[in-house]
């Protein structure tokens, strides 16, 4: 059930008026229902595994509180039966999220070896990702280990638990909540607001119009150059890398103002997952701007505790008597740094393009770790004025343009195939003299210029909000104003739903 149907229109509308018909206690009752029943109008099949995370997690995080609690058992006997428990629990888990996002990749990386060998190869498994998968099992592990670590205690009533895996607004991409803060969200009792209402109407009609009019758009003419790049000049391609990069922000930051739109109706705060990324200065900044929620839990559940392990002070300690104490600092976060970075690109596909995708991010946050006081430096000696909107400028268009390239790596098709993409930019190199020279690849114009607006629109509103909340601005136009704009994208953006054929969102198999 897509969240540009009118199927959802449907459902979303039902589910507002029963939430707040019912008795307050029974708010979340309405949700799991919901996100139940959302969860199985995707395939009914699906519901066993999401059921599986959840009665899993909920069985070991109460098992690790008791062994926690029971004094009776020694300290160390203790330690060792919650590690035990806990790490069954994780193998189980991402055991299956491996089984159905890499086994097929593994059989791959098999195969070589055996026609190496001269041995006949494995045959492929044909497997469907269960929807989510990637997103609720991330979420519900994480709350396991702060369980293990005692950050928060185990939720005792299953059903809560079950509402906080399969919770529906968050199920296709994120964001990856933290336990602590959905679930204080998620068991409240809420009253109906207007005003609450109003406003996330407002802002899920911004999210649909960013995934209807400027999304879908970019995604047709960037599936056409990604295609056929060796056939464009380079400053055609060039143009299809950079709106690669505003395509995937349309769409995901889009999904996410959607469900925060509902949510909000539902006076339930979901967390941000974006915060104006193309705005940054650094890759760095870029990655604590994007996807904020999944960063977060890498940062939190492998850097740090690859960071800060006993294993990461005895080599910093013995490094620091050797070389210095800014050398033996910068090894553990270095090591902490190339595993996250290959989990998050192996995260991201099941393929050797996104793992160097991920290993490229990993490379330039490193680079800055190790270089950043020779940058400093060389600022110093050029006299550059960083508070200075030249140089705030020239750092931006450098992130974005840096990222926009690695971006494509993983999405042309094989790592050969990004790498070709890139080449031809430089190398096919031509300033075209006609429009068709840079959009070879343009259909309908009037598609074309309205996501050209849109994008404008979607920069000029970014560029507000770094000192105030657009909607501030917009709810003090008059009612009527208000309601016309609000209908008016819904309008454009179901017919341009219509137009495009509008899909699916780009994390929606993840």
């Known amino acids: 059930m897509a969240l540009t149907s009118l199927k959802f229109f449907a459902f979303a509308a039902v589910l507002i008026i029963l939430y707040f018909v019912v008795p307050k206690k029974f708010q979340w009752w309405v949700l799991l229902a919901g996100s139940l029943f959302f969860y199985l109008m995707t395939g009914w099949k699906n519901i066993f595994y999401i059921l599986f995370t959840s009665a899993s997690t909920y069985g070991a995080a109460r098992w690790i509180e008791h062994v926690s609690h029971n004094k009776q058992i020694e300290k160390q006997k203790r330690k060792l039966r919650k590690r035990l428990i806990l790490t069954v629990t994780l193998l189980l888990n991402f055991g299956l999220l491996g089984f159905f996002k890499y086994l097929n990749f593994f059989i791959e990386q098999l195969n070589r070896i055996l026609r190496a060998g001269g041995a006949d190869p494995m045959g492929y498994v044909s497997l469907v990702v269960p929807l989510g998968i990637s997103f609720y099992t991330f979420q519900t592990m994480g709350y396991l280990i702060d369980v293990y670590w005692e950050k928060t205690e185990a939720q005792k009533n299953y059903p809560k638990l079950l509402l906080f895996t399969s919770f529906f607004p968050q199920i296709i991409q994120g964001p990856i909540s933290d336990y602590r803060q959905l679930s204080r969200e998620l068991y409240a009792e809420h009253r109906f607001s207007y005003d609450r209402f109003a406003r996330g109407v407002q802002r899920f009609a911004w999210g649909f119009l960013k995934k209807a009019v400027c999304a879908d758009v970019a995604a047709h003419c960037v599936k056409v150059i990604f295609t056929y790049y060796d056939m464009y000049y380079g400053a055609a391609v060039l143009i299809g890398v950079f709106l690669y990069s505003i395509n995937i922000y349309a769409d995901f930051s889009g999904y996410m103002d959607m469900v925060c739109g509902l949510c909000e109706v539902l006076g339930i705060k979901l967390a941000e997952n974006f915060e104006r990324p193309y705005f940054s200065k650094s890759i760095a900044e870029y990655w604590r701007r994007w996807h904020i929620t999944l960063g977060a839990w890498f940062k939190n559940y492998i850097y740090y505790p690859i960071a800060m392990s006993k294993t990461s002070r005895k080599i910093a300690k013995s490094i620091k008597a050797k070389a210095g104490k800014r050398i033996g600092d910068a090894v553990p976060s270095t090591i902490a740094l190339i595993v996250t970075w290959f989990v998050t690109g192996l995260w991201h596909g099941a393929t050797w393009a996104y ?156």
């Not at 995708?357 to 190790?370: P, R």
């Not at 909340?469 to 017919?495: E, G, K, T």
């Open 355 to 510: 793992i160097v995708w991920g290993l490229v991010n990993g490379f330039f946050l490193i680079l800055q770790v190790w270089l950043d006081p020779f940058y400093a430096w060389c600022r110093k000696k050029l006299h550059v004025k960083e508070t200075g909107w030249p140089w705030k400028l020239f750092t931006v268009a450098r992130t974005f343009a840096l990222i926009s390239f690695i971006k494509v790596l993983p999405e042309v098709g094989s790592l050969s195939d990004g790498w070709n993409l890139i080449r031809s930019i430089f190398v096919g190199w031509f300033f075209p003299w006609d429009f068709k020279g840079w959009f070879p690849y343009s259909g309908d114009m009037i598609n074309l210029c309205f996501m050209a607006a849109m994008i404008v629109l979607i920069f000029v509103t970014d560029l507000i909000q770094r000192k105030r909340p657009v909607r501030d601005y917009f709810n003090r136009l008059p009612m009527i104003v208000r309601i016309a704009l609000v209908a008016l994208a819904f309008v454009i953006a179901i017919s341009f739903g219509v137009r495009t054929d509008s899909g699916d969102f780009m994390y929606a198999n993840f």
